[in-house]
Nanobody, 121 residues
């Protein structure tokens, strides 16, 4: 079994910052890409940022220059530092990871349960 557990969401004023964390645990052989998606009410889930095992990163245009994704491979954790937050960043943020498990040896996508981020004055 593999679990992704997010933390760090909450309520913040426009212009503020939050740092999200997502820890992977379980029967993990290796982790390939890790990323963050978000879904606002009435909208489809969209990619926010992702990072490969070699630390190559991709960002949505809407967050470039404001958000930074990073990972700690030893701890199996991915972070999303969010600065200069705007009301339109309000959404549920989901962590995802492409993981090879010890028992199956196959690559599969796993999702976290989501954490709410609300940007409001």
């Amino acid at each position: 079994q593999v679990q992704l557990v997010e933390s760090g969401g909450g309520l913040v004023q426009p212009g503020g910052s939050l740092r999200l964390s997502c820890a992977a645990s379980g029967s993990i052989f290796s982790i390939n890409v890790m990323g963050w998606y978000r879904q606002a009410p009435g909208n489809q889930r969209e990619l926010v940022a992702e990072i490969t095992s070699g630390d190559s990163t991709t960002y949505a245009d809407s967050v470039k220059g404001r958000f930074t994704i990073s990972r700690d491979n030893a701890k199996k954790v991915v972070y999303l530092q969010m600065n200069s937050l705007k009301p339109e960043d309000t959404a549920i943020y989901y962590c995802d990871a492409l993981i090879v498990t010890i028992n199956t040896g196959t690559l599969r996508r796993y999702w976290g349960q989501g954490t709410q981020v609300t940007v409001s004055s």
